[in-house]
Structure formats: structure tokens, C-alpha cells
């Protein structure tokens, strides 16, 4: 176990380091930092002056540490667009990203695990067949295409929702807000929330009931039913439990690709999250910024990605046997 975390440890590690090579390319290729940071009437000594101070003068690799170093301590620089640090306006955006992510990804997972296990165990029946065939407009549609449809179906035709916009929020703490002690956050969540995770839903969905079907077929699952078990316990003890392994692979993926690709929603809903700002961004070539939202969103993926690898060692027990083995 032990071995296990320094290993997924030095593999994240080795991770982020690349993500920040990338990162930090952007100031180097992407224009010039001081073009963007001082206006056309700058004089030469002006902009000498200003890249000796910001270090730009100094070899790449030496920027490439301070760069590092200042990313750990969670200083990015200053965005050229907005003039404020780039951590700063991060922490005002991310709570509301979140917050559309986690409500996505319960909305995505519970509903996606339970009508997998449904069509799963009722495959013949019309409701089955109904869900299935639903399940095509989520894998089909683009998500902005869903997006515009239900704001023309829930905000302008029927007026029960709002189209854009996080609705009222409330402190907590000097750096969180929250929508969710709000009547109008909680409603302004839902079809942004459902548009995003619409389509891990019918991903999730899909991969639940082909898994619950293949492990429906083996062997051990006819000796149960031979042996008299009950078929509540044998649906959700022995079949469920077998099929989870390769749905926290893929569940673990797209909760990160719901932070990640959050870009789109949060146009299309002027979600005030930290994608809006990415598009902003990378249309004012705000470089610090974007750099700064490279990394967040690989840590983001890294944190995911070892909490799945530990995930595997609680379900898997032939994971713990192998340890076992090994260390005897």
C-alpha cells in the first residue's frame, strides 16, 4: 500500500511538472509578456527596465524554477487583462465551477448507476427500451445545442427557470460563496447542471448496464442462483459490486472532464465560473491566466485520478491479495 501512494506520488509529481513545462511555454511563445503588460507610448528603458525586474532577462531554466516555485505557493502573476493577481480572480471564479460540477457529477452518477442497473436487469421490458433509445439525445447532441434547448423550453416558453446566471449567493467564510441556501442558486443550477452532465449520465448509464450484463453471464453468478440466493442479493452484492471496478474508471475520468470542459455550459449559461474566464482569456491573450488555469485543471485530474487508484484498492480485494503476496 505504502509502495503503491510513492509511486502514484512521484507519478503526479512528474505530472504536474510537465503540465507546468507547458504552462510556462506559453509565456515564452506566445508573444511578448511586456507588449501585453505596457501600452505603445513605453519607451525602450521603459520596457528594459520592466523586463529586468520581472526577470525576464534570465536564462529559461532559472525562469522555469522561479516559475514553479511561485506556482506552488499559488502565485501566478498578474492577469493582463483584469490588473489583478491571477490567484485572486481564481478564488472568486472556482466556487461557482465547483459547485457546478458537484452537482453535475451527483446528477450524472446516481442517475446514470441507477438506470444503468435498471435496463440492466429489465433489458426486455419497454421502459428499458424507452431509456435506451432516450439515452441517444445525450450521447448525440452537442452539449450547447442541449443547452439552448432547454433554456427555449424551461426559461422562455414555460418560465420556470432561469437562463443565465448564478442567482443569489452567500458568503462563507472570506473566499467562498455558495448558491446552495439560496431559492434562486438552486434553481438557477439545474439546467446548467443538467446540460452539463447529461452526457456522463448516458455514458455512465451505458457502461453500468453492458458491465452488469457480461458479469450477469459468468459463472459464479449461475452458482449463486443455483444455490438458492436471493435475487436482491445477488444483483446488488455479487453482480453490482463486480461491475463498479471499471465504473470508477470511467466515472473518475469524466468528473474531471466536467471541471475541465465546464467552458462551454458556462457560455451558454453566463455561468460566472472559471471557464468563462478561460474563453475571456484566450480571446485578450491573458497568458498568466491561462497558464494558471492549465495547472489547476491538471491538479485537479491528478487529485481524481489517485483518489480512483485508492478506490480500486478498497473494491478490488484481489488488489489487497496481490500486496499480500508480494510482501510475503
Do not use: C
Not at 491573450?285 to 492549465?294: G, Q, T
Amino acid at each position: 500500500m505504502i509502495a503503491m501512494l510513492i509511486r502514484r506520488i512521484i507519478q503526479a509529481v512528474i505530472v504536474m511538472l510537465v503540465v507546468a513545462f507547458i504552462s510556462f511555454s506559453l509565456f515564452q511563445f506566445v508573444g511578448d509578456p511586456i507588449n501585453n503588460m505596457v501600452g505603445q507610448e513605453a519607451s525602450q528603458q521603459d520596457r528594459a527596465e520592466l523586463r529586468e525586474r520581472l526577470g525576464l532577462n534570465d536564462p529559461i531554466p532559472l525562469q522555469f524554477v522561479r516559475f514553479v516555485g511561485n506556482a506552488v505557493q499559488g502565485e501566478f502573476g498578474i492577469s493582463y487583462r483584469m490588473a489583478r493577481p491571477v490567484s485572486e480572480v481564481i478564488m472568486e471564479r472556482l466556487p461557482a465551477t465547483l459547485e457546478l460540477a458537484f452537482v453535475s457529477g451527483v446528477f450524472a452518477l446516481s442517475l446514470g448507476i441507477g438506470l444503468g442497473v435498471y435496463t440492466a436487469l429489465n433489458r426486455n421490458g419497454w421502459l428499458s427500451n424507452f431509456i435506451m433509445s432516450s439515452s441517444l439525445v445525450g450521447v448525440s447532441l452537442p452539449t450547447f445545442l442541449i443547452g439552448i434547448l432547454l433554456i427555449y423550453v424551461f426559461a422562455v416558453e414555460l418560465s420556470w427557470l432561469p437562463s443565465f446566471g448564478r442567482g443569489d449567493v452567500v458568503p462563507i467564510g472570506d473566499s467562498w460563496t455558495t448558491g446552495f441556501l439560496t431559492a434562486s442558486g438552486i434553481q438557477s443550477l439545474i439546467l446548467p447542471a443538467i446540460t452539463l452532465g447529461l452526457f456522463q449520465l448516458t455514458l455512465i448509464m451505458r457502461l453500468v448496464r453492458a458491465e452488469m450484463l457480461e458479469v450477469l453471464r459468468t459463472d459464479y453468478i449461475k452458482f449463486a442462483r443455483a444455490r438458492g440466493l436471493k435475487q436482491r442479493s445477488i444483483h446488488f452484492h455479487h453482480a453490482l459490486k463486480n461491475t463498479m471496478l471499471p465504473v470508477i474508471t470511467i466515472t473518475g475520468l469524466q468528473l474531471g472532464s466536467i471541471i475541465a470542459f465546464a467552458i462551454i455550459t458556462e457560455t451558454v449559461f453566463q455561468w460566472p465560473g472559471v471557464g468563462l474566464l478561460f474563453i475571456n482569456a484566450i480571446r485578450f491573450v491573458d497568458i498568466p491566466f491561462m497558464s494558471a488555469y492549465l495547472l489547476v485543471i491538471a491538479l485537479i485530474f491528478v487529485i481524481i485520478n489517485f483518489i480512483v487508484d485508492m478506490l480500486y484498492f478498497v473494491v478490488d480485494p484481489r488488489l489487497r491479495a496481490t500486496k499480500r503476496s508480494a510482501g510475503r
